[in-house]
């Protein structure tokens, strides 16, 4: 085994409306907060209060889901992050309230 990925899970509720380009940089802005390097996207789709986006990493990916008030938000990388600071980031941002968290540490397997 090699060092563990983090995976990061958010469950929230937003007082936000959203538009396609407002997440699309809240996908980007929250990936280069961690040091991570988009391969492809963002991708947004969806309109009113139902969205899906998500970006490929180089490490993994990201993404977010909203139908109505609530949020979820995905930000897997095969190698460690520091939580803290996307979370911080995604409360201020996406307005959340009621937030639940969880991380997992996801060990890698070697190289065969």
Not at 23 to 38: A, K, S
């Amino acid at each position: 085994m090699i060092g563990p990925g983090t995976h990061l899970m958010v469950d929230a509720f937003t007082r936000m409306s959203f538009t396609a380009s407002y997440l699309e940089r809240f996908l980007r802005d929250t990936v280069y907060l961690v040091g991570m390097q988009v391969v492809m996207g963002p991708f947004v789709e969806g309109r009113g209060n139902v969205w899906d986006g998500w970006v490929v990493l180089g490490e993994s990916h990201a993404a977010i889901h909203v139908h109505g008030d609530m949020c979820h938000m995905d930000l897997f990388s095969c190698q460690w992050f520091d939580v803290e600071a996307p979370l911080e980031f995604m409360r201020h941002r996406l307005k959340l309230s009621q937030t639940r968290t969880a991380v997992r540490e996801r060990p890698m397997l070697d190289p065969i």
